[in-house]
């Protein structure tokens, strides 16, 4: 196996602890299979830069100088990489003992498939949601009123497809919180979609990559453990804006400007719902209760504040 066979991208910004178990996992992976690194830092201003050079001087860092969204990094990362194999890694995992060599195998025994991501497990010990059916507006509205039922067609891509077998599972959405991407297949593909600043790339580029007929699997016989939060832990209304902000953007790309309208107001009746099911809860139940309710509820106000006049909440 060359030694440029896999290439780990991790795009940073302010996550210095997480960056720093993230780059030893990768680097204890490359004992058995070599990994190439590249770290690209999102300007940050917690020591990560510092600290990347002072403990792992043999990984390749890049200096954004600004935070340029995960698109943008990633796609700097990218090209700067020489792997045939191009790992999108998000700073707060860690891979487990022989998470990418399984993931590799199963790449070179399938090569139809252009996209594979392993079990995510979080903080809690439960498998994370990371597949799905890509988005549609009927899906959007079931989700606005709560519906989701696993048999129902608008609500399927709601949810993965069931357990999935040690042997993988296609699917239609994975996200890219730590994915193996074939690089022909990006190469066919092109890269992220630089126009989502922090969410909805993922969706955006498996609907890409179906396109161009390329397979989506879920390989739950290899597993990641991700922490979750690492960014957007500290600014919630802010990262929560950018959130719906994507799924507009992914509307209007893929379904025009009316599609985009749609979803804008199914939004806004997601948030109204949302409101009227949080604020009672608010004044009925206990201090850390009325403290979860009070934040959801100025959370929904900020988000449709936003859908109506596009100012962003004063939130840093």
């Not at 296609?170 to 690089?183: G, I, K, P």
């Not at 396109?211 to 802010?238: N, Q």
Request: glycine share 10%; net charge positive; charged share 20%.
């Amino acid at each position: 196996m060359s030694q440029q066979n896999v290439s780990a991208v991790v795009v940073n910004w302010n996550t210095k602890k997480f960056l720093l178990q993230c780059v030893e996992s990768l680097i204890e992976h490359s004992r058995a299979e070599p990994v190439e690194i590249v770290v690209v830092d999102n300007g940050s201003s917690d020591g990560s830069q510092q600290a990347l050079r002072d403990r792992f001087p043999s990984v390749q860092l890049i200096a954004a100088g600004a935070n340029l969204g995960f698109a943008r990094g990633t796609n700097l990362g990218a090209k700067a990489s020489a792997g045939r194999y191009v790992m999108f890694v998000n700073s707060d995992t860690k891979a487990f003992p022989c998470c990418i060599g399984t993931l590799v195998h199963y790449m070179e025994s399938h090569p139809d498939v252009g996209m594979i991501t392993p079990r995510i497990i979080g903080a809690d010990g439960k498998s994370q949601h990371v597949v799905g059916r890509l988005l549609s507006l009927s899906g959007s509205l079931s989700a606005a009123f709560g519906i989701y039922r696993e048999n129902c067609p608008c609500c399927r891509q709601l949810r993965g497809r069931g357990a999935a077998s040690p042997g993988g599972e296609e699917v239609d959405l994975l996200m890219l919180c730590f994915a193996m991407l074939r690089r022909e297949a990006m190469d066919q593909v092109g890269l992220l979609d630089e126009d989502f600043f922090f969410y909805g790339e993922d969706v955006d580029y498996s609907k890409r990559f179906r396109d161009k007929g390329w397979k989506l699997v879920y390989l739950p016989s290899a597993s990641t453990f991700h922490y979750g939060g690492g960014s957007s832990e500290r600014a919630p209304v802010r990262f929560y804006i950018e959130l719906l902000r994507a799924r507009l953007q992914y509307f209007r790309k893929h379904h025009g400007v009316w599609g985009s309208w749609l979803c804008r107001g199914i939004l806004l009746l997601h948030m109204a719902i949302r409101l009227g099911a949080y604020a009672p809860k608010g004044l009925l139940r206990g201090a850390t209760s009325r403290e979860s309710a009070r934040i959801k509820v100025a959370r929904s106000w900020a988000a449709i504040r936003w859908l109506l006049t596009g100012k962003q909440p004063a939130v840093t």
